[in-house]
Nanobody, 126 residues
Framework: QVQLVESGGGLVQAGGSLRVSCAAS????????MGWFRRAPGKEREFVAG????????KYSDSVKGRFTISRDNAKNTVFLQMNSLKPEDTADYYC???????????????????WGQGTQVTVSS
């Protein structure tokens, strides 16, 4: 069974840091773009960050650029999102995604992603 399983979410104060992880199982995603989306309460799901198969190319939304860093460890079939200088508006469920149609091009279109994790909750208190 193919799965993306997120972990590492939780409650943190504004200005703090958190790292969420995504472990893939059931198949390898090493050759494909992976990324993170989030959905805040009452809002639409939005792209956060994406990374190419080798990690050599990344893309971030303007709202997190300079504060979040996406990385991957292909040997462990795992993707990470390091979140620094967190703000209350970062509060959301964070979802790991995989795009089996691309190794290099990172799309922000959620409908282009083939696999989704179940999500991990991140809450930033003011």
């Amino acid at each position: 069974q193919v799965q993306l399983v997120e972990s590492g979410g939780g409650l943190v104060q504004a200005g703090g840091s958190l790292r969420v992880s995504c472990a893939a199982s059931g198949r390898t995603f090493n050759n494909y773009v992976m990324g993170w989306f989030r959905r805040a309460p009452g809002k639409e799901r939005e792209f956060v960050a994406g990374i190419s198969w080798s990690g050599g190319r990344t893309k971030y939304s303007d709202s997190v650029k300079g504060r979040f860093t996406i990385s991957r460890d292909n040997a462990k079939n795992t993707v990470f999102l390091q979140m620094n200088s967190l703000k209350p508006e970062d509060t959301a469920d964070y979802y790991c995604v995989a795009d089996l149609h691309s190794s290099l091009i990172i799309t922000t279109d959620q409908y282009e992603y083939d696999y989704w994790g179940q999500g991990t909750q991140v809450t930033v208190s003011s």
